[in-house]
């Protein structure tokens, strides 16, 4: 077993997939639209499946901006230096929401970005990985 991807339910689709594949580096995978049912499905990432979990962002014709709710925490992405990648967030329009830094009461260093819709997406700093 394996996670497959995680859904966001987003109010504009072109907005919400430029942050992610112009600020945050993943590449738009596929998209498909419903009129029938009234939505289109987006889905990005860094690779696809089954290799990789994929982001699949949700919008609801007419929709344009939904509740955030108090369960919802982040979606985490890895980063080599989360220094530099608040830098390149922010040089590309990004919202950066926690700078840079050390995770209290430990070492690891993270970072918060927020996409165009309110969502929190923590960058890791793990020396193995692709920069933004």
Do not use: W
């Not at 040089?91 to 830094?101: I, S």
């Amino acid at each position: 077993m394996r996670i497959l991807h995680t859904m966001l339910r987003v109010g504009d689709l072109q907005r919400s997939i430029d942050f992610y594949t112009q600020v945050l580096g993943m590449r738009l995978l596929r998209q498909s639209d419903n009129p029938e049912y009234q939505y289109t499905l987006a889905f990005l990432g860094y690779g696809a499946n089954p290799e990789h979990a994929e982001l699949e962002l949700t919008y609801n014709y007419g929709v344009d901006s939904y509740e955030m709710g108090t369960a919802y925490g982040h979606i985490a992405i890895a980063v080599p230096d989360a220094y530099a990648a608040c830098e390149a967030v922010r040089q590309k329009g990004g919202n950066v929401t926690r700078e840079a830094g050390p995770v209290k009461g430990g070492k690891t260093v993270i970072a918060f970005v927020q996409d165009p819709d309110g969502y929190k997406v923590e960058l890791i700093q793990r020396d193995s990985e692709v920069t933004l």
